[in-house]
């Protein structure tokens, strides 16, 4: 049998974003995929599938520049995938929401939830990867790498996931600079959960352990798993994960 068809919102910036969206009882889990990954992931799906089964309304949708969704990935940036995510959950949500990051969702995620305090009752970091383009990448180049982002506009790295170059632009390390969450105050009010796994090669937990120091909260948590990678896909993780929003959805509720 076929997957469904998304459904597509159009944004004021004119962007279209394919979203899959299940209903159920609230609050909303909406999940935030991570930088080149898309709403079909196994996470997402996972997640889904738990919403169908416990009767639970669930989001999940493609930033412009990913998998349905319009654009063209190479031209984006945080901010403009923080807009897209900004535009879902005040089209397509209503009332409490929990959010579920991953990795660059993570960062997306922290975002909302500090624009939207009054509305995110819970969250759920997964692999959190706030301030990368900064902390991880700018630092992480050479010199000669930073002279030719100066001069092209762009560099091109291997990717650990795919056989093509990793292509990295200067507008999206500027525009992270716009965007960065560990330079002032992170409130977080809500019920707040980060995962990360020790074997994670990618967002190191040192980062996590930086997160969770830095942020403010009266209920915030950091789980590690040990040897989990930045997938943080095996059946063990998916399930924490799942187990994880059931865990906030009950400490919002009973708040």
């Known amino acids: 049998m076929s997957a469904p068809s998304p459904s597509y919102l159009e944004t004021s910036q004119g962007r279209r974003l394919a979203y899959h969206a299940t209903e159920g009882q609230g609050p909303m889990v909406v999940f935030l995929g991570g930088l080149k990954s898309d709403m079909d992931g196994s996470k997402a799906l996972h997640l889904e599938d738990w919403a169908q089964r416990t009767g639970r309304a669930f989001l999940r949708f493609d930033y412009s520049g990913h998998g349905q969704s319009s654009g063209v990935f190479a031209e984006g940036c945080i901010g403009e995938w923080s807009e897209d995510a900004a535009e879902m959950l005040a089209a397509r949500t209503e009332g409490p929401l929990v959010l579920v990051g991953s990795s660059m969702g993570g960062w997306i995620s922290l975002r909302m939830a500090r624009a939207l305090p009054e509305r995110v009752v819970g969250l759920v970091t997964v692999a959190a990867a706030p301030d990368f383009t900064e902390d991880e990448w700018w630092e992480g180049m050479s010199e000669a790498e930073k002279a030719q982002m100066d001069r092209d506009g762009f560099i091109a790295r291997p990717s650990d996931y795919e056989d093509s170059d990793y292509i990295i632009t200067r507008k999206f390390i500027e525009d992270g600079r716009q965007n960065l969450v560990l330079r002032d105050p992170l409130p977080l009010p809500m019920v707040t959960r980060f995962l990360h796994g020790t074997g994670d090669e990618t967002v190191s937990t040192r980062l996590a352990l930086r997160l969770l120091d830095h942020a403010q909260g009266p209920d915030m948590r950091l789980t590690l798993v040990d040897g989990a990678d ?21 400490q919002a509720a009973a708040a």
């Open 230 to 250: 930045h997938r943080f896909s095996e059946d063990r993780c998916l399930a924490l994960i799942a187990d994880t929003v059931e865990d906030v959805l009950a």
